[in-house]
């Protein structure tokens, strides 16, 4: 790890910190990235040491002096911590534990970190941000935009001969004005990790960027729209590769100290559950594409996502809910599907209390019938099944379904929830249709 401005899980980073204050001394501490993707700085003190002002962020009210116990403070949000790999910039810190033994005075206290910032410097600079980029799986297939061309020649008895290469990323997408919100085709080429190796990989970026800088979340929140599109359309459980983060007032700059263009710093954080690429044979299916909803429809989502997040939100989790018997499944989309037809009856001018008096299959009916496109399954057959699932699986005085139609009802109101959302979004009832013979829900949903 010499030399390399990295966290590596379990491989410990030893250093120094700052606060960003002239009158605080740097404190000794340890970096390092936990099995969970959590990042912990562990910072000892030795009790009755006025040089060690730290212990008074961990449980100070059981520090007595001689004047009495002393006073508690918070640590400061933001760090910079330094050792021989470089500086890191630490933001979102907070008291996790701490430990000390007596009667030496000896104790350690680990604090936690929302973000680290790779080679940033400035504490007070990097707790907003004017740019973030974020590498999201799944969405160059989506976008369907590439970087690399190649051109082969085969010789007459079928053999490859030569393979010429080209890379230049397209052009961006514009997106949204919010935050500026774009589509960024990129690419990498160098040396790979072994000898004797080439390496090219294609990226898609999604990135924000505004003149005034805004909170990580702000940034965040545009990201996971796009990413939770993706994860629609597909209905697969696409992650974040990496994020990059930048500040105008911290360009590149060169001896003379002359600024020139952005820098863009690799960022750490386990609160976007980066993870590695699935692996999928023959690259994911999607039952629309960017191409079918444009700029246009992916702003529509935004709004969607922001003002149905009650609905959204619990059938998006069933990603994410990995292992679970099937029932707990459909109590979940049940949460979902029930907020989404409230908000729909809202939507057409329902009053609130009206609405919250519907029943359950009234507000399946909701759905239905703000379907774009007539639904891929039976509208009545799928709304009484799916009312007497959810009922069965809520309600303890009612007899638990059975497995192969409560997974039936799950597949079936999956894909009804994405024909509705794809419809609102602008994608053309021919171009479903077409995409029900690959589509992974469909194939489950819809008999043969």
């Not at 638990?400 to 109101?413: H, K, N, T, V």
Request: net charge neutral.
């Amino acid at each position: 790890m010499v030399g390399k401005n990295i966290l590596v899980v379990g491989q410990p980073r030893v250093g120094f910190l700052a606060d960003g204050r002239a009158d605080t001394p740097y404190i000794a501490a340890q970096l390092i990235k936990t099995d969970d993707g959590d990042i912990e700085i562990s910072i000892p003190w030795v009790h009755g040491e006025e040089s060690h002002p730290q212990r008074d962020w961990f449980g100070a009210a059981t520090f007595v002096d001689a004047d009495g116990p002393r006073a508690s403070s918070d640590p400061p949000d933001a760090f910079e911590f330094h050792d021989h790999n470089g500086s890191v910039v630490l933001v979102g810190c907070r008291v996790r534990t701490w430990n000390a033994v007596w009667p030496s005075g000896v104790g350690v206290g680990i604090l936690a970190s929302d973000y680290a910032v790779l080679g940033a410097r400035g504490t007070a600079r990097y707790s907003r941000l004017n740019g973030l980029r974020s590498q999201v799986e799944g969405l160059g297939a989506w976008v369907g935009l590439h970087s690399l061309d190649a051109e082969q020649k085969y010789s007459p008895d079928g053999r490859l001969e030569s393979a010429s290469l080209h890379l230049k990323a397209p052009d961006s997408i514009r997106i949204s004005k919010s935050m500026n919100l774009t589509i960024r085709p990129s690419y990498l080429y160098g040396s790979g990790e072994h000898p004797d190796e080439t390496t090219i990989s294609e990226r898609m970026l999604v990135e924000t960027q505004v003149k005034n800088a805004r909170e990580w979340r702000d940034h965040l929140a545009q990201h996971e729209a796009v990413r939770d599109l993706v994860r629609i359309a597909a209905w697969r459980r696409f992650t974040f590769q990496g994020h990059q983060a930048t500040r105008n007032d911290d360009p590149a700059r060169t001896l003379d100290g002359k600024a020139h263009g952005q820098l863009w710093y690799p960022v750490e954080t386990s609160l976007t559950k980066i993870a590695a690429p699935l692996t999928i044979g023959g690259g994911p299916l999607f039952l629309f594409h960017f191409d079918d909803v444009g700029s246009r429809g992916v702003a529509r989502w935004l709004g969607l996502r922001d003002r149905m997040a009650r609905a959204i939100d619990p059938i998006l989790s069933l990603l994410d809910l990995q292992g679970a018997p099937v029932s707990t499944h459909v109590a979940q989309l049940g949460i979902g599907l029930e907020a989404l037809g409230f908000l729909l009856a809202l939507e057409k001018g329902v009053s609130e209390s009206a609405a919250g008096k519907q029943h359950f299959y009234q507000r399946l009916g909701n759905i239905a019938d703000s379907c774009c496109h007539p639904l891929p399954v039976d509208r009545s057959s799928w709304i009484k099944s799916m009312s007497n699932l959810y009922n069965g699986v809520k309600h303890a005085n009612r007899e638990m379904p059975e497995f192969r139609d409560l997974a039936d009802g799950y597949w079936q109101s999956i894909l009804v929830f994405r024909w509705w959302l794809a419809g609102r979004l602008g994608v053309k009832r021919r171009v479903l249709v077409e995409r029900l013979t690959w589509d992974s829900v469909a194939r489950r949903a819809l008999p043969e």
